[in-house]
């Protein structure tokens, strides 16, 4: 039987609804699909905007990485958890001993002129009258000098003076032995090498030295320099006399400072890039890095040593710290993972970096925002840092009161951190993901006093070099590279130590250090041995006394 019309209406209207059902469905995803795009353009444009506004806040805004430890009008949780921990030891116990509130630091004193110019020799200038006004105006008779007042004082620049010495053996000879044809000849020797590598002294050597690595003057600048001065000498020429006589004398200085660090129990370390054009088998733009190792902050002398490598692989650390048994402070690099023997310990100040970039434009008071949250914990454990070592007489002191103040706030700050789900790709979330990685080194301080709870000290010590190299960019060789690292290692040795820069540059110069001498008899020339500091010191003070000499008496003015 035929169907009718209404039956075949029916079945039409059903396949209708199932024709929209199934463009509904096709309609639906493809709208999840737009909304799913659209948000994830909308998290990278968000994400991007971070960018922006990081890289406006590094070009324009402060460097600094410090906040302050509370927000107006929040109160301090840091004091509420411990009161709520224990209200009984919160009662006994006055909150100030807690937890010592954030004092303004005074103002340093404008140093006055007998400070800033204390070493330099003075030479009085008296302001004489002439003969005719020696006579009273009134009668005649001549004035009775009744005393002197100081007038006023300067600051004198001697400009630098070349000489060339040129030196000649006078000879001897016995004239009876003569007669019996056999001569008996003797010269004159003064028990010096006449020459470094090159025609210059041991202070004009170290003249270059020290304008390149601790003024960070070029050689192509010095070399203009020289003209002034009436000489020509070639940026090539200074080249040759750094890279040879460090090689040759500095050497032995510097693998006996690495010696000596290695029998240290504290280490800390940092790296940075340099450029070294003529490399084997390597592109000139190809990177290469200058590392720096330290000692920690276990109060030894100190000591800092840069050196050269082509790559940045973890190897070269693990190669110069081959033999070290101790904690590593040292920045997240994995690099050091390798490094065995050795209990790495986190950098408080590069994850307190991460949330300092983290916190979103206008939002650094926000107390809602998760960075600025993990910042409070941050800026509470340097804080609590900073009146610790202040206050405490000993290691073991710092140890105790680490445990007792800054263990409960890295705790909450762990607790916190567990806490946070932020969006992928987000400058929190790269913040987060920092942290976590290097979560097993966080509380490796809080194991001995002597642990460093930052890397500042080796940030601070690689600076001069990256310093420098904004002025000669980069360097020719490889034996250019690894001489920069030698000559650095002395340069920030003695300022390390507290000595004069040149004099201890040209104090090794004279004593020729080379790799025949003992351990002992290299600690005779280091910068903290307190013969070479009286030394150094006395060379300094006769070369401030030399130009008053030379001026004789005090002269008068008229």
Same mark, same amino acid.
């Given at each position: ?118 070493? =330099? *020799?003075?030479?009085? #200038?008296?302001? $004489? ?6 006579? %009273? &105006?009134? @009668? ?17 620049? =001697? *400009?630098?003076?070349? #000489?060339?010495? $040129? ?6 000879? %016995? &004239?009876? @032995? ?381």
């Amino acid at each position: 039987m035929a169907d009718s019309s209404k039956d075949i209406q029916l079945r039409e209207l059903k396949d209708m609804i199932n024709d929209l059902k199934k463009m509904i469905k096709t309609l639906q995803a493809t709208v999840d699909a737009a909304n799913k795009r659209e948000e994830a353009l909308t998290q990278e444009r968000d994400n991007l905007k971070e960018e922006i506004d990081l890289l406006r806040k590094k070009l324009f805004g402060t460097s600094s990485e410090k906040r302050n430890l509370d927000i107006p009008g929040q109160l301090n949780f840091f004091n509420e958890a411990e009161l709520e921990q224990d209200p009984k030891a919160a009662e006994a116990e006055d909150l100030g001993s807690i937890l010592p509130e954030r004092t303004a630091k005074k103002r340093k004193a404008r140093a006055t002129d007998a400070e800033r110019f204390k070493g =330099v *020799p003075v030479e009085k #200038k008296y302001l $004489e009258l002439s003969e005719e006004e020696k006579l %009273c &105006p009134v @009668c005649g008779t001549p004035l009775k000098e009744i005393g002197e007042e100081f007038v006023r004082r300067e600051l004198v620049f =001697v *400009p630098a003076k070349l #000489k060339v010495y $040129e030196y000649y053996s006078k000879n001897y000879e %016995c &004239p009876q @032995c003569r007669l019996q044809d056999i001569p008996v000849i003797k010269k004159g020797k003064d028990g010096r090498a006449h020459m470094l590598y090159g025609m210059a002294s041991a202070g004009t050597v170290a003249w270059v030295m020290y304008q390149k690595f601790c003024n960070g003057l070029p050689y192509y600048r010095q070399e203009k320099d020289w003209k002034q001065y009436g000489v020509e000498i070639t940026r090539a020429t200074m080249a040759n006399w750094v890279i040879r006589n460090s090689e040759a004398f500095f050497l032995p200085m510097y693998e006996y400072f690495h010696r000596k660090l290695l029998e240290r129990g504290f280490a800390m370390a940092d790296e940075t890039p340099l450029q070294v054009l003529h490399e084997p088998e390597r592109r000139a733009q190809t990177k290469s890095y200058m590392w720096l190792f330290r000692r920690g902050e276990d109060g030894g002398p100190p000591i800092i040593l840069y050196k050269y490598s082509e790559t940045r692989a973890g190897d070269n650390a693990v190669d110069f710290l081959h033999g070290f048994k101790g904690y590593l402070m040292c920045d997240g690099y994995s690099g050091y993972n390798k490094v065995p023997d050795a209990k790495r310990t986190a950098c408080w100040a590069h994850i307190r970096r991460y949330l300092t970039d983290a916190i979103p434009k206008g939002k650094a008071l926000d107390y809602t925002q998760p960075s600025v949250q993990g910042m409070l914990y941050i800026n509470q454990l340097f804080h609590l840092e900073d009146v610790i070592r202040s206050k405490s007489s000993s290691f073991d002191a710092i140890k105790k009161a680490r445990l007792e103040k800054e263990k409960p706030v890295v705790e909450g700050f762990l607790s916190w951190l567990d806490q946070q789900n932020p969006t992928r790709g987000s400058r929190m979330d790269k913040a987060v993901t920092y942290i976590q990685n290097r979560r097993s080194y966080l509380s490796t301080y809080l194991e001995d006093g002597r642990c460093s709870f930052s890397n500042n000290l080796s940030e601070n010590a690689i600076r001069p070099f990256t310093v420098g190299r904004k002025n000669w960019l980069f360097c020719d060789t490889p034996n250019g590279a690894q001489a920069s690292a030698i000559v650095y290692t002395i340069v920030e040795m003695a300022k390390a130590n507290g000595v004069n820069v040149y004099h201890y540059l040209t104090y090794l110069l004279e004593k020729l250090p080379d790799d025949r001498m003992s351990d002992d008899d290299l600690e005779l020339l280091a910068p903290w041995n307190e013969n070479v500091k009286a030394e150094i010191e006395r060379r300094v003070n006769e070369s401030n006394q030399s130009y008053v000499n030379c001026q004789g008496a005090p002269t008068t003015e008229k």
